[in-house]
T-cell receptor
Framework: AQSVTQLGSHVSVSEGALVLLRCNYS??????LFWYVQYPNQGLQLLLK??????LVKGINGFEAEFKKSETSFHLTKPSAHMSDAAEYFC??????????FGTGTRLKVLA | DAGVIQSPRHEVTEMGQEVTLRCKPI?????LFWYRQTMMRGLELLIY????????DSGMPEDRFSAKMPNASFSTLKIQPSEPRDSAVYFC????????????FGSGTRLTVV
């Protein structure tokens, strides 16, 4: 069985500060991992994905995530937060099926 | 490409009425997914299709829900009769195929059943 846990339903950072959104997964086979972003009243947009190639994955808008098998983690980071980063972020896992399991989401607030 | 197109964006209906949500996937994408998003349950996969054929509908909550994909460019999700607990945002997503590809989501339909 596969599952995803996102630690922290709400995260606040100051503009220019480091963004760290946490995601831990459970999978019985090597997983595919994804981060999506959802802006208000919009659908989810793919930020980045891990597909067993490089463990450090770079995505759009300056975000990146590192796959750590030993920690079963796939945390999302951005060196410097921008006001436009305020949104909800979802981590998702696939254990080699089309049924992605999504986390409960982390709402990021960026303070001026 | 216009992306995944869903209609309507908002739907308000009375309990007991039939509701039909529509989705046009990205051309060439052979997988189509219907998700429901609520505050309480998050994102739930309802059903998905491959080449217009339903593959897994285990997430469909009740017989009141049905989904069809008559051709590669159109899918519907129908709720009959609707109930207040069906109020949610319903997303359609499509994928080119391959587990690693990821989904492209539509903007969703916000359904309110009163």
């Amino acid at each position: 069985a596969q599952s995803v846990t996102q630690l922290g339903s709400h995260v606040s950072v100051s503009e220019g500060a480091l963004v760290l959104l946490r995601c831990n997964y459970s999978s019985s086979v090597p997983p595919y991992l994804f981060w999506y972003v959802q802006y208000p009243n919009q659908g989810l947009q793919l930020l980045l994905k891990y597909t067993s190639a490089a463990t450090l994955v770079k995505g759009i808008n300056g975000f990146e995530a590192e796959f750590k098998k030993s920690e079963t983690s796939f945390h999302l980071t951005k060196p410097s937060a921008h006001m436009s980063d305020a949104a909800e972020y979802f981590c998702a896992v696939s254990s080699g099926t089309y049924k992605y399991i999504f986390g409960t989401g982390t709402r990021l607030k960026v303070l001026a | 490409d216009a992306g995944v197109i869903q209609s309507p964006r908002h739907e308000v209906t009375e309990m007991g009425q039939e509701v039909t949500l529509r989705c046009k996937p990205i051309s060439g994408h052979d997988y189509l997914f219907w998700y429901r998003q609520t505050m309480m349950r998050g994102l739930e996969l309802l059903i998905y299709f491959n080449n217009n054929v339903p593959i897994d509908d285990s997430g469909m909550p009740e017989d009141r829900f049905s989904a069809k994909m008559p051709n590669a460019s159109f899918s519907t999700l129908k709720i009959q009769p609707s109930e207040p607990r069906d109020s949610a945002v319903y997303f359609c997503a499509s994928s080119l195929g391959g587990f690693s590809y990821g989904y492209t989501f539509g903007s969703g339909t916000r359904l309110t059943v009163v």
